[in-house]
């Protein structure tokens, strides 16, 4: 069996294109640890990748840890590879216990002058080269952001707790010794201002005031969510298992030889390390949480583009991971129904053309909407009762493997709760005629609900100022939907150039996602600044409004 799970994994990898990558070069062990590696099993490598203005966090890493280390070094387009591999090597546990690997950008990449690094870092390929070059059976697959808790916790004290826990499943027949991922759970400070808990007591009593959330809490439901934090900051002193759901990605030890590579495609933010679980998951890989009192910490909240980050670069590489994710998913199905999948050698399509917002459509508001535009009883979550993240996302999976339009959810907000409303809406205005009101309850988590279907624009009020507008923009962007490429420049929805326009469409898109399930004008609100308007069909609700316009910008 152990032998067949890891010849699956190999094929798995060579179908999605293995570790070629057109726009890269990986050079494994530029550098080797001056301390020699132990042959015990119990050695862990800490798997790791980043670029040289992180390696003071690799110096932190290295200060604790103990152990060996597998570290790829990205060389940007503005580096000088022999500046960034002195200064690396010039902290001194760095060059004693780690095998340093580099990876270089091509002629594309340096001939675009791709650095920024959310959207041009190739993620993928550096994390295959860490775990390509490591030398221990054993990895801890990491990003150098984190650090390691209580402090200090060492590789040795690790290994102890992963012993110790591949005992107690092994004597409960749980799971397989070569394809269980053991997870370390990983929280946040919710802001740089709260200190970083160092000890198992500081997190909890954080956790308990909502000082400290988990990783990336505060905007992917579902990346870390399984760990189920309620449940290891009450104190557990045994390993638990959990299930997978969509979107997790925990940071785990792992058996290196019976994992799949990392796919090369996705470049810069967005599915990179889900597209890498997913693929675990459907290889029949087991999640198992550690017990007590070893975590990852981040202080501060986990990185997401700040205000002015949102460029048409950026919402071009979202656009194209997400094609890629959709595309990676879609494979694995084909290959499990034993089906012969052709991908490309991983090159960044990025570079292929110049791009613009152009490449977007206009917004369709009937497939934008999180409900229906024509009934006026719709189908959404019920915000009434508690329901977990767990069994939203279990009843939006379900949905999902029925329908394929699900798919359809592409440029919508990655908010959990919306994507529920707009899947369950859906299945429910489809069945209603066969199943009736049953047609909306997916285990209980979702209700009937009256929704005004008038036509309705979302508009700046008379007056109000420029400068109050665009906050009200840059917070709908930034927060409530997630991305703006409609209204950028080359955009279906660019034209006119007015901040008017601009915030018409943007405030619109907004209310469209949210108005099923607060009051309409509270919706419509944005700190007074805004107001509905009625329309005369939905098919204009982007429209350009000549009363609304002013000198283009």
């Given at each position: ?16 294109g293995?570790?070629a990558?057109?726009?890269y070069d990986?050079r ?26 992180r390696r003071?966090?690799l ?5 604790d ?10 060389i940007r ?12 090597l ?6 004693k216990?780690?095998?340093?690997h ?9 001939a ?17 080269a ?9 990895v ?17 004290e ?21 394809t ?7 929280f ?9 808990p ?8 954080q956790?308990?005031?909502q000082?400290?959330?988990l990783f ?9 969510h ?10 557990t002193d ?27 495609r996705?470049?810069?933010?967005g599915?990179d ?33 700040k205000?002015g ?11 194209l991971?997400?094609?890629h ?5 879609e ?11 052709v ?7 990025f570079?292929d053309s ?5 490449s977007?459509s206009?917004i ?9 535009l ?6 959404i979550v019920n915000?009434?009762?508690?329901v977990?993240?767990?069994?939203l ?28 409303d ?7 205005q ?20 009256e929704?005004d279907?008038?036509p ?5 009020k008379?007056?109000a100022?420029?400068?109050?507008i ?29 901040i008017y ?9 907004y209310?469209l ?6 009051l309409?004008?509270?919706v ?10 009625p ?9 350009p ?5 002013s000198?283009?910008?």
């Open positions: 069996m152990i032998k067949v799970l890891a010849a699956v994994a190999t094929l798995l990898t060579l179908a999605i293995g570790q990558s057109g726009d990986t494994l062990w530029v550098h080797k640890a001056e301390i020699a590696l132990s042959e015990k099993e119990s050695q862990i490598s800490l798997v790791v990748h980043l670029t040289v203005d003071e966090k110096r932190l890493w290295c200060k840890w103990k152990g060996p280390m597998s570290v790829s070094l990205y387009p503005q580096d000088s590879e022999s500046e960034v591999v002195s200064k690396v010039g902290i001194g546990c760095v060059r216990n780690s095998d340093i580099i990876v270089t950008p091509g002629e594309r990449i340096l675009a002058a791709a650095t920024d690094m959310l959207t041009h870092y190739p993620f993928n390929v550096m994390r295959n860490a775990l390509d070059g490591s030398r221990t059976e054993l801890f697959l990491m990003d150098v952001d984190l650090q390691l808790r209580p402090k200090p916790t060492s590789m040795a690790l290994s102890a707790s992963v012993r110790a826990a591949e005992m107690e499943l092994d004597s409960q027949q749980i799971g397989n010794t070569t269980r991922l053991y997870v370390v759970p990983a946040e400070t919710v802001s740089e201002k709260v200190p970083v160092n000890t198992f007591e500081e997190l909890v009593s956790f308990s005031v000082k400290s959330t990336y809490g505060h905007y992917c439901v579902a990346c870390h399984p760990t189920d934090a309620l449940r290891w900051t009450s104190g045994t390993v638990y298992t959990i299930k997978y759901i969509e979107d997790f990605e925990p940071y785990v030890i792992a058996h290196k030889s019976y994992l799949p590579k990392y796919d090369n996705f470049i810069g933010r599915w390390k889900m597209s890498f679980f997913y693929e675990l998951h459907q290889l029949q890989f087991s999640f198992h949480v550690l017990p007590t009192p070893i975590y990852l910490i981040h202080k501060g909240r986990g990185d997401l583009p205000k980050q949102y460029t048409a670069a950026y919402m071009k590489r979202q656009e991971n997400k094609e994710w959709l595309a990676f998913k494979e694995i199905e084909l290959r499990k129904e034993g089906k012969e999948v991908v490309g050698n991983g090159s960044d399509t570079h110049v791009w613009s917002a152009a977007l206009e369709d508001p009937s497939e934008y909407s999180s409900s229906s024509t009934k006026s009883i719709v189908c915000r009434e009762i508690e977990s993240d767990e069994r996302q279990e009843a939006l999976n379900w949905v999902c493997g029925q329908e394929e339009h699900c798919k359809l959810i592409r440029h919508f907000p990655e908010l959990l709760l919306s994507r529920a707009w899947a369950f809406d859906r299945w429910y489809k069945m209603v005629d066969v199943e009736g009101d049953a047609a909306c309850d997916f285990g209980g988590t979702a209700k009937l609900t929704c279907p008038t309705m624009q979302c508009v700046p008379a007056g100022s420029e400068s109050d665009q906050e009200a923009i840059d917070w709908v962007c930034h927060t409530g939907i997630g991305s703006c490429g409609w209204t950028m420049e080359g955009g279906p929805h660019f034209i006119p150039n007015t326009h601009h915030a018409q469409v943007i405030f619109t898109q209310y996602v949210h108005r099923c399930y607060q309409p004008e509270e419509c609100d944005f700190n007074g600044i805004a107001m509905l308007k329309i005369e069909s939905w098919d204009v609700a982007f429209a409004q000549d009363d609304l316009s000198d283009e910008l």
